[in-house]
């Protein structure tokens, strides 16, 4: 688990390691949902399978 500081203007700034793991770059977006007492964040990611 890791902890981020929000700056300014509430922007969080992912982890690298994270990043490269998921390959999030520049433009994906990224989905919020409220459950329970946390928020669970998603990448939404543009796959194509039809290779």
Do not use: C, W
Not at 7 to 27: E, H
Not at 30 to 49: Q, T
């Amino acid at each position: 688990m890791e902890t981020i500081l929000v700056k300014s203007r509430n922007m969080l700034a992912l982890p690298p390691q994270l990043s490269r793991k998921y390959g999030i770059q520049r433009g994906v977006k990224i989905l919020f949902a409220e459950e329970n007492d946390h928020i669970k964040m998603s990448a939404k990611l543009n796959l194509d399978y039809s290779n």
